[in-house]
């Protein structure tokens, strides 16, 4: 089920809601639980078994880590549960991929596998990593109650676009947490203005790309609108995804790690990856570059184990070769800017901040092809590959039809609209005015979202390849 | 405001309004049909163990509560209007305005859609006409003299119709566009208006050795007409007013048709019935109909048309009476042209096809 559908907002919220404020503390979680894998099993009826599987599996596992008496048996109960977690990832997401290209390489022909792929499993399956691992590192107690456990994997706000919430972030929520007019109310807030960021802004932005992939008056200057279209919907739609689960988890109780972090204001593409999708980047970090690591070590192995981060970051996007090479892409500029570039890229903001933007969209044109042949296409379509014109007479429309939406998109990517907020918020004369407006502005979002969503709008769920 | 007097006021508009839509969506009764967007509704659909399963009943459900919605047209109108006016956009759902009408973004060729509907045309003329005089021409949408002119991605009409002219070789081409204007199609409607098209007639006549006559009454229809571009757009539209044209060979035709059984039954060139129904510009030969046959009483001489058309053709068709005896008028969306021995005499008759720009680019349901 989605977030943005009339069926979540007007029957599912309101009923789960009313249930869980209706139930007695110790029942919150089983409310929480029940609704969250009705909430999966809604779009995915015979994937929440596999769901299942995976947390008792791993609630087993944790508690065996914790009471092994020696580390070698830690460490071989780890093992066990990280391949068995990782397994049905590999299975359902990567099988398919690595059948075809196996078959491709040696011309052995092998069955194409044609695997659906579980929405939300690369999210839940690096919580339970999270978790295992912590567990394992001693750093959290491992959960003895299965339905805790169960309702910290399934919560439905972060299950299917994230954020990675890490296990231990909310481990003392998951047992004892206040609800408050004040976090709800916060909750309810930025739940509206995800909500409003990926209906109105990234669906209506999706448009361009859809009549992008659909135009036959091709040019140069409508794959440039494309790629800052796409870079933008594709922010909208994450960061609007992750508010609405921050939002809501608020709502309940839970307060979610943020995720973004006005990216585009990033002087570096190493900055970048620090205010985008924070929950991933720190994953890699803690789980994988760390335990490499990190960069306290010789030249040669920094590179190595920044290959190995980036090649999975990108991996995890997709199983597919444009996916790898939108990593390696970041790869291979993050080793330029901790070798080489951080001091050039310091002694002008303008220029580091052109920089970081044009590889930015660079990098996301790799990132919306479907393989990487069409990877390359995109991108050489911003240079003129294949002699298409400078412009188009499709692309001038496109620019004025999607113009103001750019711009509105540009600005609200961008710190001012909250500093503006601050800064009224700040003084008295009005003050008054701002909390009035707030809440008269968010009640217009939740209807014109609703408007939106009544006429049956494009409406795209961009994370199935995830 | 005291930060906790704001949360609670916050909390309360929005559990009430929530709940209030929730109560709305619930208890407003189901609809079958929506009149501006002329299509069924999704219903509540059944529960099965294999819908269950297969997840076909949540997508089904999902259906169903946005086309239930509470209010829903009000708030497609809200939308239309903030899609213009917030986001400044310049067209909705695929529809643009210009000129005062409302027109469809339509600009990609559509190749192998026209390659199957010249197949189909060529499996007629191979089948039935080789020894008949066959013509063609094609009614550009009305994004001909809309779109390029306003500003708004354009199809390259002239290598459409090249190209799809080129893919019938064995009919001759008649060009009727520069006979078009914007003037010449309903403003909230794809078709073009039948009080305006007498000199497309009598273009496509002549071509084919037939003069037509002039000498009609104009008769203008007592309902409002909201084209099929009304409800798709979602704005606030002026409703356009149907002409028709009338004289005493028209008045005086004998008219019949196939029904959807099959069956020969009579009909009429006006059909002022389905003018009160959901879409009245299916008044002309009562829209969707496969085979149409016109017969003239007031003829002079013997000659006969069989005109194969889509819905462009069934308010052109009376235009033709006046030099012909029999107009025969056929629809291959409705019937298989493999059956048409069966229901047309194509005996000495001049053959027209008139087939607009829009269907040859989506022409599936040419059969």
Redesign the interface.
Known sequence: MLFSSITFLYYFLPLVLILYFAAPKPLKNVVLLLVSLFFYAWGEPKCVFLMLGTIIFNYVFGILIEKAKTQQAKKIYLTISVIGTLSGLLYFKYAGFFVENFTAITGISAPALNIALPIGISFYTFQILSYSVDVYRGEVPAQKNIITLATYISLFPQLIAGPIVRYKDVAAQLVKRSHSFESASIGIRRFIVGLGKKVLIANTLGELCQAFYATQDTSVMFYWLFAVCFTLQIYFDFSGYSDMAIGLGKIFGFDFLENFRYPFISKSLSEFWRRWHISLGSWFRDYVYFPMGGSRVKKPKLIFNLFVVWFLTGFWHGAEWNFVLWGLFFFVFLTLEKLFLTKPLEKSKILARIYTLFFITISFMIFSGNNAQEAFSLVGGLFGAGGIPLTSAEALYQLRNYGVLVIIAIVGATPLPSKIYQYLKSKKATSFFVDIAEIIILLLILISVTAFLADGSFNPFLYFRF | ?N??L??????A???V???S??VL?LAMPDTTHSDSERRELAQLPKVTTQK????EF?KE??SY??DQ?PF?DA??S??TL??HK??????N?GLFTADGHISKLD???NEPMMDHAAERFNYIYNTYLTDNNVYFSIVPDKNYVLA?AN????MNYESFIDKMAQKVPNMKYIDICDLLSATDYYNTDTHWRQENITDVATRLARHMGVNLTHDYTENTLDVPFYGVYAGQY?GGVVPDTIKYLTNDTINNAKVSAYNDKGMLVESSIYNLEKAKEKDPYEMFLSGTMAVVTIENPNATLKRELVLFRDSYGSSIAPLFLSGYSKITVVDTRYIQSEYLKAFVDFDGADVLFLYSTSLLNNSLAIR
């Open positions: 405001m930060n906790r704001k949360s609670i006021i916050t909390v508009v929005f559990a309004f929530l709940l839509v929730s969506c269950l399963v297969s997840g949540s459900f999902e509560t946005t919605f829903r708030l497609r809200i939308k903030l899609a917030v986001l400044g956009k310049l067209d759902n600009a990609a060729i390029k500003g708004f991605p354009a979602a």
